[in-house]
């Protein structure tokens, strides 16, 4: 049974900064490829950031590039979504979600299959 936790995230300035961590349960982290979503009010859940397994390949929403960066520590079985920067338009609920299935990492919601119980992220203009 894998198992997603979020934590930290928070109320905060726009320009300001917050780190989200992820830990997951499971004996393989090192394999499974790790996204973050986020969904606002009233909008669809859209892709933030995704890391493969080693940490070698990443990629990220054109919203968030360059503001962002998705990392992981496979001794702590921990992702964490570093933001920076952050704008009134990154106001939204954070999740992360697993895909154990040993592939090329992707943006398609669809292929993670463990999700955490999201954590929320309020910036203030």
């Known amino acids: 049974q894998v198992q997603v936790v979020e934590s930290g995230g928070g109320f905060v300035q726009a320009g300001g900064s917050l780190r989200l961590s992820c830990v997951v349960s499971?004996?393989?982290?090192?394999?499974?490829?790790m996204v973050w979503f986020r969904q606002a009010p009233g909008k669809e859940r859209e892709f933030v950031a995704v890391v493969s397994g080693r940490g070698d390949r990443s990629d990220y929403a054109d919203s968030v590039k360059g503001r962002f960066t998705i990392s992981r520590d496979n001794a702590k079985n921990t992702v964490y979504l570093q933001m920076n920067s952050l704008k009134p338009e990154d106001t939204a609920v954070y999740y992360c979600?697993?895909?154990?299935?040993?592939?090329?990492?992707?943006?398609?919601?669809?292929?993670?299959?463990?999700w955490g119980q999201g954590t929320q992220v309020t910036v203030s203009s």
């Open positions: 499971g004996r393989t982290f090192s394999t499974y490829n």
């Open positions: 979600a697993a895909d154990t299935t040993i592939a090329v990492p992707t943006r398609d919601s669809g292929r993670y299959a463990h």
